[in-house]
Antibody
Framework: EVQLVESGGGLVQPGRSLRLSCAAS????????MHWVRQAPGKGLEWVSG????????GYADSVKGRFTISRDNAKNSLYLQMNSLRAEDTALYYC???????????????WGQGTMVTVSS | QSALTQPASVSGSPGQSITISCTGT?????????VSWYQQHPGKAPKLMIY???NRPSGVPDRFSGSKSGNTASLTISGLQAEDEADYYC???????????FGTGTKVTVL
C-alpha cells in the first residue's frame, strides 16, 4: 500500500524552529518528486515547497522562501521540511504529497499523507 | 502569486450536472496544460481527481471531467451523487517565482 506519514508538528513559539518529516512506503521513493502543501485552519490549500527526485530542482513559495528548507533522503525514503523563524501565519496542517512524476511542471499531487499540525503561538 | 479564482460554492440536486470554474492568467492556467483538480472531504486529505486539464487517474469515476478555455479551467461533475459533496480545489503550474498555485476552493453541496 502506498503511504505517506508525516510527523514533527506541534506547538512552537514565534521565531523558533521545527523540522517536519514524511516517511514514504509502498512505492519507489527516488523515482518521484515530493512536495509540502499546507492548509491553515478553515482555509484553502497552499503550496509550500517541492523537490525533484534527485534533489536537483527545489522550489519554495514566496511566503516561506529564506525561512524553510526542503530536503530528502532517498536511502531512508524520507522527506523533510526545516522551518525556521516561524510566524503565526505559518500555523497550518502540513501535508506531504507525492507527485505523478520526477519533477516536471506537469506533475500532479497523486498521494497525500494525513498531515501534521503546526501551531505557532506564544 | 495570487490564488486562482474559484466560486465559493456550487450546488446541485442528485443526478444533475455542475461545473466549477478556475480562473487564472496567461502565466498559469492559460499558459500551460498543467491544471489539476482535488477533492477534499471534511477532515480528510485531498484526493487527485483530474490532472493535465482533462486526464482522470485510475479509480476516479468518469462522472468527473475537466476542460480548459483560455485562462479558465473547469471541472464538471455529471450525475451528481451524495458522496460528491466536498471541497474542490484546482491547481496549476505557474511561470512565477512560486511554481505551483492552488485555487481558492469551492464547496459543492448536494441538495
Amino acid at each position: 500500500e502506498v503511504q505517506l506519514v508525516e510527523s514533527g508538528g506541534g506547538l512552537v513559539q514565534p521565531g523558533r524552529s521545527l523540522r517536519l518529516s514524511c516517511a514514504a512506503s509502498g512505492f519507489t521513493f527516488d523515482d518521484y518528486a515530493m512536495h509540502w502543501v499546507r492548509q491553515a485552519p478553515g482555509k484553502g490549500l497552499e503550496w509550500v515547497s517541492g523537490i525533484s527526485w534527485n534533489s536537483g530542482s527545489i522550489g519554495y513559495a514566496d511566503s516561506v522562501k529564506g525561512r524553510f528548507t526542503i530536503s530528502r533522503d532517498n536511502a531512508k525514503n524520507s522527506l523533510y521540511l526545516q522551518m525556521n523563524s516561524l510566524r503565526a501565519e505559518d500555523t497550518a496542517l502540513y501535508y506531504c504529497a507525492k507527485t505523478t512524476g520526477f519533477g516536471a511542471p506537469n506533475d500532479a499531487f497523486d498521494i497525500w499523507g494525513q498531515g501534521t499540525m503546526v501551531t505557532v503561538s506564544s | 502569486q495570487s490564488a486562482l479564482t474559484q466560486p465559493a460554492s456550487v450546488s446541485g440536486s442528485p443526478g444533475q450536472s455542475i461545473t466549477i470554474s478556475c480562473t487564472g492568467t496567461s502565466s498559469d492556467v492559460g499558459g500551460y496544460n498543467y491544471v489539476s483538480w482535488y477533492q477534499q472531504h471534511p477532515g480528510k486529505a485531498p484526493k487527485l481527481m483530474i490532472y493535465e486539464v482533462s486526464n482522470r487517474p485510475s479509480g476516479v469515476p468518469d462522472r468527473f471531467s475537466g476542460s480548459k478555455s483560455g485562462n479558465t479551467a473547469s471541472l464538471t461533475i455529471s450525475g451528481l451523487q451524495a458522496e460528491d459533496e466536498a471541497d474542490y480545489y484546482c491547481s496549476s503550474y505557474t511561470s512565477s517565482s512560486t511554481p505551483y498555485v492552488f485555487g481558492t476552493g469551492t464547496k459543492v453541496t448536494v441538495l
